[in-house]
């Protein structure tokens, strides 16, 4: 497929990787223009573009920005065909992102992110850490395989971000509409706890509401005062055990 990329960062560079090494033709966008991405594009196989070109002649567009800088975007889809897929990687932190009155008050991200943009969103690759993308996709039926899941209204775009997963290395599994897209949002048992799709559906259902905000502030906290004295895993375990 013919893919755009905005978001030249830890996630969006690595999915322009992935998802040129599977077969796609991928152009890759950021804020400070193409030159500024010229090497790292052709690295991962990928065609650096404005971000307005990225949204130009594709089929599926990949946001992977700051949650709050998706109110920059809102009118990068005027001229675009209705039937292009947008998928939507981001997540909110308030303290990246700022107070957003309506996502605390407990807007599904994703559907903020739609409202943005003018256009409605899947979810997909929100709840995978940046060295999990990198490193941990395996072949399809491998044992232990980590499964992302992947929320959206309409079917056929959701279906397609599915395999877009899967090519990654990951299970996909459907997590349902937007409005239940809160349950694989920071803070919840499915955000970051790289869980197999038989781990992962019933850790959907589980998700509390009311405590993900909580879970979300009090992992962030403890994760930037331990810097980079904690590993990888050590994350991994530590979003299981608060949010379990
Ligand atoms: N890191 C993770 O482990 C992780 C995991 C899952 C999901 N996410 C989510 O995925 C999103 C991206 O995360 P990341 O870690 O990849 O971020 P990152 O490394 O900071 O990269 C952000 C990218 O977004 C671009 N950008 C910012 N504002 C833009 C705009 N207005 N127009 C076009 N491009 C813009 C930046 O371009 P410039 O450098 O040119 O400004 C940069 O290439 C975030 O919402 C994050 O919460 C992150």
């Not at 966008?29 to 090497?39: F, H």
């Not at 003018?118 to 929100?126: E, F, I, L, Q, Y």
């Not at 491998?142 to 397609?160: C, E, M, N, T």
């Amino acid at each position: 497929m013919k893919i755009g990329i905005i978001g030249a960062g830890n996630i969006g560079a690595t999915l322009a990787r992935k998802l040129a090494a599977s077969g796609h033709e991928i152009k890759l966008a950021n804020s400070k223009g193409p030159d500024s991405i010229r090497d790292l594009a052709r690295d991962v196989g990928a065609t650096a573009v404005s971000k307005e070109n990225a949204v130009q002649g594709v089929e599926v567009v990949v946001l992977s920005i700051p949650f709050a800088k998706h109110s920059e975007l809102s009118n990068l889809f005027k001229d675009v065909h209705a039937g292009i897929v947008v998928i939507d990687t981001s997540n909110y932190y308030p303290f990246r992102d700022g107070a957003i009155a309506e996502v605390v008050g407990g807007k599904p991200e994703s559907i903020w992110v739609g409202e943005r943009i003018g256009r409605p969103v899947v979810k997909a690759w929100n709840a995978v850490l940046a060295a999990t993308l990198s490193e941990k996709g395996r072949p399809a039926g491998a044992s232990g395989r980590i499964a992302i899941p992947v929320a959206g209204d309409d079917l056929k775009a959701k279906a397609i971000a599915m395999e877009l997963v899967k090519a990654t290395g990951f299970d996909a599994v459907d997590s349902g509409g937007l409005a239940e897209s809160w349950r694989q949002q920071p803070g919840t048992p499915a955000y970051c706890t790289e869980l197999t799709a038989n781990e992962l559906e019933p850790a959907l259902q589980s998700a509390d509401r009311s405590r993900a905000p909580g879970n979300r502030e009090a992992l962030i906290r403890e994760f930037m005062a331990a810097g980079d004295k904690l590993a990888h895993d050590d994350i991994v375990a530590r979003n299981r055990a608060v949010t379990a």
